[in-house]
């Protein structure tokens, strides 16, 4: 019999991506870290807090108990990049080593600067890991809008297996073996959706908005090279394809926290109380950059308005007055 696929994290994610391995023929756990919500969603099959109007597949068994996970194929992990060291030490201690570990959250880790994968395997040594990422909003997922990621698994035919076993009639998931790659893309993108939403929401045109895309994706290429991703993974799913998904649309939480930075709300007020990834990793997407010499301006802009240093219009100048230089 085929195990069942684990899914860690109950948010807008973990259930879309619940409902799209289900679809694609598995047998699902979905667990969430409330009993209340494990409880709710059995009885109900839909997600109102996270995905409302989405109904959960039957094939979906939702838990509280981390336990359950215990036997199950391979696990993705979808909570908040920062709570990945927790999750993972807590589910270090119930899966067997073998069992792959799939982290889904787009990020870096704040405290320590380590990228999400590093701390996978700093926490779960000689265990295998793998990374989902690219352009896809879980509300499309759960809509059953075509959609396309990436898959990432240094051991190839893992990669490949876990992209067969996940892929169905909509979601259609490519495999790759450039780990660092496709980690960077998602983490870096959501910095500089950031700094996409600010642009629109101050007014500063179509034309700064298509200039900003493509500067940002000149840093994120550069910050990939430097620390071991392949270029043609960034020009993919995973850097190029979710950088202009993200920058696109106020379904971003990222775009639209920037956007209402630009519309004057402040730090504090312009999430709205939603998760937005790359306000938590800004500041260590910089410091890494800083550590390889890496010119990052528009990542720096971001990060120095969130801390306050900057005002919006002072990052838009300091970005415009930097010397002219060649393109690259
Ligand atoms: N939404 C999207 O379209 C996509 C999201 N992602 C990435 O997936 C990750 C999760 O995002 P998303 O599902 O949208 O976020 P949500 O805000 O919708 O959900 C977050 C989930 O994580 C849980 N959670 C929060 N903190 C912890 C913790 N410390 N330990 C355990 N569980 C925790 C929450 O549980 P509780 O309710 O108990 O707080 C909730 O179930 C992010 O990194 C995001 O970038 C990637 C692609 C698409
Ligand atoms: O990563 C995403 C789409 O690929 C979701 O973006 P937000 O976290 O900005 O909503």
Redesign the pocket.
Same mark, same amino acid.
């Given at each position: 019999m085929v195990k069942p696929i684990g899914i860690a994290? $109950?948010? $807008?994610?973990?259930t879309a991506l619940a409902n799209a391995a289900a679809i694609a023929g598995n047998d699902v756990i979905l667990w969430?870290? &409330?009993p209340q919500?494990a409880e709710d969603l059995g009885k109900t099959r839909t997600n109102e807090r996270?995905l409302p109007g989405v109904r959960l597949h039957d094939r979906i068994t939702p838990t509280a108990d981390l336990n359950q996970l215990a036997a199950c194929r391979a696990v993705l992990l979808?909570?908040? *990049?920062q &709570?990945t060291r927790?999750?993972t030490a807590a589910l270090a201690r119930i899966l067997p080593s073998e069992t792959p570990l799939v982290l889904?959250?787009?990020?870096i880790e704040r405290t320590t600067g380590s990228f999400l994968c590093d701390v996978v395997e700093e926490v779960r040594p000689g265990a295998p890991v793998a990374v989902l990422s690219g352009p896809?909003? *879980?509300h499309d997922v759960a809509r059953g809008l075509p959609t396309a990621v990436t898959l990432a698994c240094r051991d190839a035919a893992l990669a490949e297996d876990l992209a067969m076993a996940l892929s169905g009639p909509t979601l259609r998931v490519y495999h790759r073996s450039d780990v660092r790659g496709v980690e960077i893309g998602g983490a870096a993108k959501?910095v500089l959706a950031i700094a996409c939403g600010a642009v629109v929401g101050r007014g500063l045109g179509e034309s700064a908005k298509a200039a900003l895309i493509a500067r940002g994706f000149a840093e994120l290429l550069r910050f990939s090279r430097a620390y071991g991703g392949e270029a043609e993974t960034l020009m993919g799913l995973s850097g190029l394809g979710d950088l202009v998904l993200t920058c696109s649309s106020a379904q971003s939480r990222n775009f639209s926290f920037g956007l209402h930075l630009g519309q004057g709300q402040s730090v504090e007020a312009a999430s709205g109380g939603?998760?937005v990834?790359g306000a938590t990793t800004a500041s260590a997407l910089v410091a890494l950059a800083k550590a390889k010499n890496i010119d990052m301006p528009i990542a720096e802009a971001v990060e120095q308005i969130l801390s306050g240093a900057w005002t919006l219009d002072q990052a838009v100048d300091a970005l415009m007055n930097r010397p002219i230089k060649s393109e690259h």
């Open positions: 994290g $109950a948010g $807008a994610w973990g969430m870290r &409330s919500q996270f979808v909570t908040p *990049a &709570s927790e999750m889904c959250a787009k990020g896809s909003f *879980a959501n939603k998760l990834e």
